[in-house]
């Protein structure tokens, strides 16, 4: 069969030509990500790098050069005088545009959007990439899309960066995996003061699944908990710090999400040798309970405030025994434990959204529910409870998150969502508080008593310490306006392969002959679960289908070879 033609994808102000031979990769999904990234790098050129007085200095010494060569003209033509003063206070008020570097471009999309959506405020953007089928891809789609100013470049990342040091504004590094054999090279090729964004979609490590590799490319021990995701975030910001406290430089984070497969960060990176030696203070060990899962950090040290004083931490800050269930705990990390946002950025951030600038932007939406949840989430308080987590421990049904929110407001603690999980819980309200609110609402739903060598039976036989008052606070519900966390917009929203792997074709494209790919027909009935047969109470069994759709229908819709009889394992309730 004669290969397809390249088809035209377009993407914000971009248009790139992709064939289904994916030769080079490309990726749907992250159409979130380069959204997020130009508008970030938007905020930063304007509020930040225009700002910067290292900027301003160069700006000054670039005008005073040019304004050296006016003089030259003036002496030849002194009727131009008037104009020439006016072009030099013009050049006065310039401020460079942003270098920036795009460690791994692959089609070139990202930095075609830099070049089309940031105008004048990019000045030159470097698209790196070490197969030279992508740099003939990135150079087509520049040709398509007219950028002058974009230089392509077939090199090893590291080697480019390690040679360029110190030569950009802003440094990209989105690889397919993980981004840990970048990041010694990418902290030297960021100016001080310069944007550093790094993608990691190795989650699976970050999350806990794999503990020897985790401690192996990012230096930390993950927790497989409710709170993993935003654990996995911490993990990175402190493996970026650890790279650049090499080199007498720290992060200052910008802003750091998770969103469908990946984690990602936006970090200033800044040089002073006083700074780093404080940097232990912003990262912690967490001890967490096996049983209860109530969580503690023990930071690496203790900064004096108003001083360079920097004293070993003082722990442990839990005893042998969980306090709540006696179980002992896990420990993990080291993790970031300062802010992970920077709320004046987030504020920009989303007034650039919200504005008429942002209005092209294809994710919008879902951008300004995940800004919104971002700012105003708690700073000073990292991880967080799950209400449903806690329900099932203690065997109750779940308290509705205003009620829950409201018990916290009303007893003077402050609490927020995270936005990594909708029922998150963070709050610098005491593991203990957080007991007392569930055994009273376990009270007031009367919840039976385990027995007592149980977790649940352990948490039950303790008598609240205080009175919880339950009553609907003004500040404990949402607005609703805000869609902080809206569905994926298709199905099967997820990774696709790496490049070189030819994209599946659809039922249409192939043969009669040949049997449809066993995924066709699980790919929409994950759509809908059967929540009777996870609690053992579907009449329907083995033969149990998630849509519950009949033999029949299915084989209108998916081909009489599609009816493939879903097994299922044994339910653990």
Not at 238 to 257: E, Q, T, V
Not at 293 to 309: D, N
Not at 493 to 508: I, V, Y
Not at 564 to 573: A, D, R, S
Request: proline fraction near 6%; hydrophobic fraction near 35%; aromatic fraction near 8%.
């Amino acid at each position: 069969m004669e290969e397809a033609e390249p088809v035209i994808i377009k993407e914000g102000k971009a248009e790139i030509l992709f064939t289904k031979k994916n030769e080079v990769f490309y990726n749907k999904v992250q159409e979130l990500n380069r959204d997020i990234t130009v508008t970030a790098l938007t905020c930063f050129a304007k509020h930040i790098h225009a700002k910067d007085r290292k900027i301003l200095r160069r700006a000054h010494y670039e005008s005073n050069s040019a304004a050296n060569s006016d003089q030259t003209s003036e002496s030849i033509n002194e009727n131009n005088s008037e104009a020439s003063s006016e072009n030099r206070a013009d050049k006065n008020n310039h401020i460079p545009g942003l270098r920036v570097l795009e460690a791994l471009g692959a089609t070139g999309l990202r930095s075609v959007r830099f070049s089309k959506e940031l105008g004048p405020l990019v000045s030159r953007v470097t698209c790196n990439d070490m197969s030279e089928e992508a740099v003939a891809a990135m150079q087509k789609n520049f040709t398509l899309n007219d950028c002058k100013n974009i230089t392509p470049s077939t090199s090893d990342a590291c080697l480019l960066m390690l040679r360029e040091k110190n030569a950009f504004d802003v440094v990209d590094i989105d690889p397919y995996g993980t981004p840990s054999i970048f990041l010694d090279s990418a902290v030297q090729s960021v100016r001080s003061g310069g944007l550093l964004c790094v993608t990691a979609t190795d989650l699976a490590v970050l999350a806990g699944n794999h503990i020897q590799a985790c401690y192996g490319k990012y230096g930390s021990i993950p927790l497989k908990r409710v709170y993993n995701h935003e654990f996995a975030l911490r993990i990175l910001l402190s493996c970026i710090d650890s790279h650049a406290n090499r080199y007498g430089r720290y992060i200052k984070p910008l802003f750091s999400y998770k969103a469908d497969f990946y984690v990602r960060v936006f970090v200033q990176v800044i040089q002073s040798q006083g700074e780093v030696q404080k940097t232990s203070s912003r990262r912690s060990y967490v001890f967490d309970c096996v049983g209860c899962h109530s969580f503690h950090l023990q930071k690496l040290g203790t900064h004096t405030a108003g001083t360079q004083q920097v004293t070993p931490g003082r722990g442990p800050p839990v005893t042998s025994e969980c306090s709540q269930c006696g179980k002992d705990f896990y420990i993990g990390g080291p993790i970031w434990s300062d802010p992970m946002h920077d709320s004046d950025f987030l504020k920009n951030m989303l007034s650039h959204v919200s504005s008429g600038e942002g209005e092209y932007l294809g994710t919008a939406k879902r951008m300004t529910g995940m800004l919104t949840v971002a700012q105003e989430e708690l700073p000073d308080c990292p991880l967080f409870y799950e209400l449903s987590m806690l329900s099932k421990t203690i065997h109750a049904t779940c308290p509705p998150l205003v009620t829950f929110r409201s018990a916290l407001l009303n007893a003077g603690y402050r609490v927020s969502l995270s936005h990594v999980c909708p029922k998150s819980i963070k709050t610098n309200a005491p593991p203990s508080f957080i007991w007392d609110v569930m055994r009273c609402w376990g009270k007031l739903n009367h919840v039976k008593l385990r027995e007592p060598e149980t977790v649940a039976g352990a948490l039950l036989r303790v008598e609240p310490s205080t009175g919880i008052d339950f009553t609907v606070h003004p500040l404990a519900a949402l607005d609703k306006n805000v869609h902080r966390f809206p569905p994926n917009p298709e199905p099967n929203w997820g990774p696709k392969g790496r490049a070189g792997k030819r994209l599946p074709e659809s039922d249409s494209e192939k043969s009669g002959d040949e049997k449809p790919a066993k995924k066709n027909p699980r790919k929409d009935l994950k759509q809908f679960s059967c929540k009777r047969f996870e609690m053992n109470q579907c009449d329907r069994g083995g033969e149990c289908r998630y849509s519950h759709e009949s033999k029949d229908s299915a084989k209108e819709e998916n081909g009489a070879s599609a009816t493939i009889k879903l097994e299922h394992g044994p339910t653990v309730l």
